[in-house]
Structures are given as C-alpha cells and as structure tokens.
C-alpha cells in the first residue's frame, strides 16, 4: 500500500460539509483495509486566486495508506460532489502524524484575531468609561452651580 495526501477545497457556501466529506473518505479508507494518519479539517481561508468565482474556501486535508483501488473511489466521488471546487491526491513517501503548516497558520491567524478582537473591546470599554466619567463631571458641574446660585439668592 502506498501513502497518499489529499487536499480538497470546498465551495465557501457549503463549508459546513467539509466535516463529513472528511468522515466520507475515512470509510472509504478503512473500507480497503488502509489507514487514515492524518484528517484536518483546516477551515475557511482566502485563495490565492479566484476559483469558480469564489474568493474563500473551505480547506480539507487527509493523510492516508491506501491501495490504487481505494483512490480511484475518492477521485471518482470528488468529480460529482458539486461542493468541491478542487482537489489534489499527492503521492508521498512516508505517512505524516503532525499538524500540517497550514493548519498551524489557520491557529496562529485565528488567535490573533481573536487577541485583536479583545484589544478593541477592551479599548471600548475604556473609550466608554471615560464618556460616563465626563457624563457624571459635567452632571455634578451642573448641580453645584445650581447650590450656588441659590446660597447667592438668599
């Protein structure tokens, strides 16, 4: 049996998909007594360039040993699956088990928004603290001319 990488990327419309076409092609695997090493589901990123008139897609990788057999059934059910915009079976030398670059810099990206995310919030809330203080400086401003001119009336 040979080791294979596929990636697959999948119509931006249909990203809620990406989780079971992943399941579909380990049963495919297993299915032909092969082994799945490695299954990511990567998420949405830009494209390099527009496919199909789309900007983004979904993202999906496997790392699989599997005969000739069990391949051409995944490449068969990728050209009529109309959600999956392209695919790429590669064939490699060794299996690989870790996390794939790609799926490292969907992380890093996805933890620096959300670090950007709580920097704007946090800077709201300042922003907003700071109009309620002035608020309640001018309310008491206001209040304390108003005593004054009173203690100047009697």
Do not use: W
Not at 24 to 40: A, F, P, Y
Not at 95 to 114: F, V
């Amino acid at each position: 049996m040979r080791h294979y990488e596929i990636v697959f990327l999948i119509h931006p419309d249909q990203s809620d998909q990406t989780s079971s076409i992943l399941s579909k092609l380990d049963k495919i695997v297993q299915e032909s007594d092969g082994k799945v090493h490695r299954s990511e589901n990567i998420g949405n990123r830009k494209l390099a360039y527009p496919i199909q008139d789309q900007f983004k897609a979904s993202y999906g990788l496997i790392n699989i040993e599997c005969n000739q057999e069990a391949i051409e059934e995944i490449k068969n059910s990728f050209k009529f699956n109309d959600s999956i915009i392209r695919s790429l079976v590669l064939s490699v030398n060794k299996a690989h088990t870790q996390d794939s670059a790609l799926l490292m810099q969907t992380k890093e990206e996805n933890e620096k928004d959300s670090y950007q995310e709580a920097r704007e919030q946090v800077q709201e809330l300042e922003t907003d603290d700071a109009q309620k203080a002035k608020k309640t400086e001018s309310t008491n401003t206001t209040k304390e001319e108003a005593v004054d001119e009173e203690v100047e009336q009697e």
